[in-house]
Antibody, heavy 116, light 107 residues
Framework: EVQLLESGGGLVQPGGSLRLSCAASGFTSTNSAMSWVRQAPGKGLEWVST???????FYADSVKGRFTVSRDTFKGTLFLQMNSLRPDDTAVYYC??????????WGQGTLVTVSS | DIQMTQSPSTLSASVGDRVTITCRASQSLNSWLAWYQQKPGKAPTLLIY???SLESGVPSRFSGSESGTEFTLSISSLQPDDFTTYYCQQYKSFPITFGQGTRLEIK
């Protein structure tokens, strides 16, 4: 059974940093494209970043240059390093396994709150 | 970037009704469109992929169709569990983009 478990969320001050983790099980994550999708409180879904199985990475313009997606090939863990955080980065962050181009399996999400 | 315009933002209906939600893409998607259902406090779940393919385990009252750059999600004979929020999402190219969402509420 595929499971995705995000962690690392919390309260951080504007300008601060946070690293999210997504522990994957039930499949070989290094052979899979993985994405981060976020949802601000009461708002819609916003794609954040994708890393393809070959290692290519893509970012939304709103996070480009501040966020970095990576993976630990041995532990099967996906990461999102978030720097220079702003209040509008406040959201629940979901990791998702991509299947045939679209998010298929989703984690339960982890809440990031950027506030002073 | 491909823009997705989803309508309506809110839809009121009754149990047993048939409803339609629409997404319009700013360019051709070659059918690379998915529909998700999201319940409060939960992650989205896949309903439809490739514009009209029903995900395994999803009730057959859900269906998707496309006409050019316009995509529709239809729900026939609404059930109480269906009153929640729905999103379309294009996956033809990066940046991946979602529609703004449609909240389906009980009339």
């Amino acid at each position: 059974e595929v499971q995705l478990l995000e962690s690392g969320g919390g309260l951080v001050q504007p300008g601060g940093s946070l690293r999210l983790s997504c522990a994957a099980s039930g499949f070989t994550s290094t052979n899979s494209a993985m994405s981060w999708v976020r949802q601000a409180p009461g708002k819609g879904l916003e794609w954040v970043s994708t890393v393809l199985s070959g290692g290519d990475t893509f970012y939304a313009d709103s996070v480009k240059g501040r966020f970095t997606v990576s993976r630990d090939t041995f532990k099967g863990t996906l990461f999102l390093q978030m720097n220079s955080l702003r209040p509008d980065d406040t959201a629940v962050y979901y990791c998702a396994k991509i299947s045939h181009g679209y998010p298929y399996y989703w984690g339960q999400g982890t809440l990031v709150t950027v506030s002073s | 970037d491909i823009q997705m315009t989803q309508s309506p933002s809110t839809l009121s209906a009754s149990v047993g009704d048939r409803v339609t939600i629409t997404c319009r893409a700013s360019q051709s998607l070659n059918s690379w469109l998915a529909w998700y259902q999201q319940k409060p406090g939960k992650a989205p779940t896949l309903l439809i992929y490739k514009a009209s393919s029903l995900e395994s385990g999803v009730p057959s009252r859900f269906s998707g169709s496309e006409s050019g750059t316009e995509f529709t999600l239809s729900i026939s004979s609404l059930q109480p569990d269906d009153f929640t929020t729905y999103y379309c999402q294009q996956y033809k190219s990066f940046p991946i983009t979602f529609g703004q969402g449609t909240r389906l509420e009980i009339k």
